[in-house]
Nanobody, 123 residues
Framework: QVQLVESGGGLLQAGDSLRLSCAASLHTFSVYNMAWFRQAPGKEREFVAAIKWNGGTYYTDSVEDRFTISRNNAEKKVHLQMNSLKPEDTAVYYC?????????????????WGLGTRVTVSS
């Protein structure tokens, strides 16, 4: 059974930094595309960042110069380094895994999901 477990969320102030981690139980983690999504209160879940099996990265415009996605295939983990956090970054952050193929940014592109970790940024 595939499990994705997020960690690292918390309560922060604007301008702070935070690193989220996702541990995956995927047997062949290295071939999966991995992503982070987030869902703010009262809003739909949205794409944040993705990293291909080969290390290529993609970001939504609002975080591109502040967030960095990375992966450690040996540890089967994906990370999201978030800098210069803003109140609008407040959300539950979800880790997602996509089976090998063309990387996507839609919820329907991803096959496995974690339960999320909450990030709250105060002004």
């Amino acid at each position: 059974q595939v499990q994705l477990v997020e960690s690292g969320g918390g309560l922060l102030q604007a301008g702070d930094s935070l690193r989220l981690s996702c541990a995956a139980s995927l047997h062949t983690f290295s071939v999966y595309n991995m992503a982070w999504f987030r869902q703010a209160p009262g809003k739909e879940r949205e794409f944040v960042a993705a990293i291909k099996w080969n290390g290529g990265t993609y970001y939504t415009d609002s975080v591109e110069d502040r967030f960095t996605i990375s992966r450690n295939n040996a540890e089967k983990k994906v990370h999201l380094q978030m800098n210069s956090l803003k109140p609008e970054d407040t959300a539950v952050y979800y880790c997602a895994a996509q089976e090998p193929g063309r990387i996507g940014s839609a919820i329907s592109d991803y096959n496995y999901w974690g339960l999320g970790t909450r990030v709250t940024v105060s002004s």
